[in-house]
Every structure is written in C-alpha cells, then in structure tokens.
C-alpha cells in the first residue's frame, strides 16, 4: 500500500471535539515527533488502558514536543464519553465508525469466525469470548496473568495516596497494594483493578461506548514518524491487551 504516512495525511475524519470532518494529522507541522495511534473500539480493554498510559505519561510527552493523534471505533458520543473518563483531549481524538482505516493498513482483524444462524453482532461477540481466552489472540493469557501476580519490570501504577473505585470493590487506597509485596514496581492485583474500573466503566455505559459490536474483534496499531514523516517505530497489535511491544512500560519507545 502507499507509504503509511502519505495515507494518513490524506486521510479525513470525525473530530470529536466539534464534530467536524477534517484532515487527521491536522496541527502537526511543530512537532518533533508524532505518534499516530489506531484504536479498535473505543471501548475496548486496550483503548482504556493505552490512554491511561498516555495521560500518565503526558509530562514526558509534551516535554518531548510529541504530538499525539489517535483514531478509534465508535461514533462522536463514544469518544465524548472516552475522552470524559481517560481525560484524553477531545481535539486529538477521531472516529472511524467502520474500522476503513484499519482495513486499508491491513491491521489484524480478530477471529472472524461465522457461526450459522448468527448474526454479524453476535459472531462477533462469540469470536471476542474465546479470543478473550486466547484463541487467535497471542499473549492475551499471559497478559491477563501478568495482572493479578504483577511484574517487578513495570513501574508502580498506583501512587500511595490516590483512591481507586471500581464500583465492584470498595474504594482501595494505592498503599493497600504494598501488602501484597511492597512498593516502587507493578504490585500483584494492581493492574487488574484498574482493568476492572475500566471494565465496570465500559460495562455501565455498553451502548455509548460501543454502539456497533460488529468490529468487537478488530485490533489497532501503534505508529510513530519524525518531522520528514519517517516510520521511526510501529506496532500492529495482534491480541486482546497486546497493544505495546513492552507490556510492562507501553510507552517506553517514546523515550529512548
């Protein structure tokens, strides 16, 4: 296909923050760097995660002259939502309702296993099922675990005094993770009560998020250029919570 850079800057989409149709790398021209990144759907394990990164590390990005585009699957409403809840900036935020972008950079679509008497909505549920158990979904499994038993190769993801609320749980302070194993890494059960805020988030609000649960499948892809619009990394997911080739700090190619 074209040069992924050269298809992305003639490409136009939804811009959630007013609505309009405008060229994707819009406002790009004084960035050191640009990270383009395709999300599947906006409520997706992945989507959720990936922007708690983001938002995580924005000091870092914007110290760095990054600027940070990304395009997901859903309609306006879902990314007002998702941009509600991750605080990612509405203006950085478009939609493809169809997953075409995804198609045209041949991102990998999933199980797309057809069962008769099923339709494409309910295919697709029954193909993310056992992806979510590691059918055509590499690392998913490993990744899952990697959650509840923590990883002393990732940063600690909840500092000491903040509160997380995942509406399943009572509310548990950051410090409760040092019981299971101390501080300053990824403490076992820490990520997967964040994926657990997020899974109730998504679940409480399905209709918003995911307004067609024909692309439940699909799977994204990480792409960063410099100034001349050179591929300097990129990533195409091949998994449920595969979205990074470094699990442990999804951002790190950032900052090497």
Known sequence: MTKIFDYLKETEALRVSDGNTVPLLTNCQSSSRLLVIIWSQLGDFDTLEYAWWLNKKSAEIIANNITVKAIGIGNRESGLKFCEYTEFPQ??????????????????????????????????????????AGIGSKGTLKEVLRGYTGDRKAPQLIDNEEIVNTNLLPPLKGSFFNLAGGKGYQRPFELATLRLRNMTEVLSHWKTYVPNAAYLTQRGATFLFDQQGNLLYEHRDQGILGFAENMSNPLSFLFL
């Open 91 to 132: 203006e950085n935020l478009f939609i493809d309702p169809d997953a075409k972008i995804h198609q045209k950079l041949e991102l990998y679509q999933g199980l797309t296993w057809n069962i008769s008497g099923l339709n494409q909505s309910q295919n697709a549920w029954v193909n993310l099922m056992l992806m979510c």
